[in-house]
């Protein structure tokens, strides 16, 4: 894994804009953490995209339906979001379903700083240095059955505090799924923190899901409930349109989305101008997860 400090590869003057957007958000800089990002090295092949986006960008537009649905709405209506206390329970077709506080998680999962590619469905993108751990870490705490043939993640249901889900925008609680193959992946990940710090409500702290090679929507945020199940879950975007986001929701370029291209994409840097990239197959990924779909019709199962 290559070393690069985050200071070299960052223009002068958007590094000193974010150094003065971190501050204001009360976050000491000059940590160990922050000062150098691993880069994985095939994750990021064919593509100029070794700087990574902004923490302002990263952190202030966002999808996050719970909190309301403009790009801002996240970050302005997430504050005061209660993570503490947080359990996550696994449970379903497995022989011993746990519970786990937060605070367990994190104290017997050592998380590490990656550099991700995120795609949103919509047509943007952006470079994450996620801290976080294989979600099949967790998965291996429990013993799944052989029925178990899905994991479906939930997201908490909290109307009170999410004013997004007073309306039915989505059907809540906000529910995703992955085949068991996938979730257990090395790449699927459970995210624990963003730059280093600790994950901003409106990146779905306290814990989220990270899969790098499908369209962002598959990741959910501030999961409460882990569930192995024997068929194929229905997740919420499936259920608001089943001809625009299918199950396995995997970046790919060569097959649109109902209503737009998905060939190209918007890297989110500030500039709504900005030139637009070619999409790749799995998001960059392919080495990593092809296999997992072998002999499969992607246009049947997009
Ligand atoms: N619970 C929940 N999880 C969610 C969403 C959401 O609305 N609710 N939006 C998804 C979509 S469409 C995207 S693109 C990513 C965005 O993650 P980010 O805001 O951290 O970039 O979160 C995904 N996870
Ligand atoms: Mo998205």
């Known amino acids: 894994m290559k070393k690069i400090k985050y200071s070299e590869i960052t223009p002068e003057k958007i590094y000193k804009k974010r150094r003065k957007f971190i501050k204001s958000l009360g976050y000491g800089l000059g940590s160990a953490t922050i000062g150098s990002i691993p880069l994985i090295g095939n994750a990021l092949a064919n593509t100029d995209l070794t700087k990574p986006t902004d923490y302002e960008y990263i952190t202030t537009y966002n999808n996050y339906y719970e909190f309301g649905t403009n790009k801002s709405d996240p970050y302005l209506n997430s504050q005061e979001f209660k993570t503490k206390p947080w359990t996550i329970r696994i449970e379903g077709e497995v022989e011993n379903p746990m519970s786990f506080s937060v605070e367990e998680i994190l104290s017997s999962f050592s998380s590490e700083e990656r550099v991700y590619r995120l795609r949103c ?37 909290d109307p009170e505090q999410m004013i997004g889900q007073r309306k039915s925008i989505l059907n809540w609680p906000y529910i995703e799924g992955l085949r068991i193959d996938e979730a257990m992946h090395p790449l699927t990940t459970v995210v624990t923190g963003l730059y280093g710090k600790s994950l901003p409500n409106q990146n779905g702290a306290p814990l989220r899901i990270f899969v790098p090679w499908k369209y962002g929507f598959k990741s ?3 999961i409460v409930k882990i569930k192995f199940v024997k068929e194929m879950p229905n997740s919420s975007w499936m259920i608001a349109s089943p001809r625009e986001y299918g199950f396995y ?36 990924y392919a080495d990593e997860v092809a296999h997992l779909y072998s002999g499969m019709d992607l246009k049947k199962y997009f």
């Open 121 to 157: 469905v919509e047509g943007w993108s952006m470079i994450i240095p996620w801290m976080g751990f294989s979600l099949s870490q967790l998965l291996n705490k429990v013993n799944f059955k052989t029925s178990a043939k899905f994991v479906e993640f939930e997201t908490i249901y």
């Open 220 to 222: 959910a945020k501030s």
């Open 249 to 284: 929701s995997n970046v790919n370029p060569n097959i649109d989305h109902p209503r737009w291209s998905q060939a190209t994409e918007r890297p989110i840097n500030g500039d709504m101008f900005a030139p637009r990239i070619k999409t790749l197959m799995f998001n960059g």
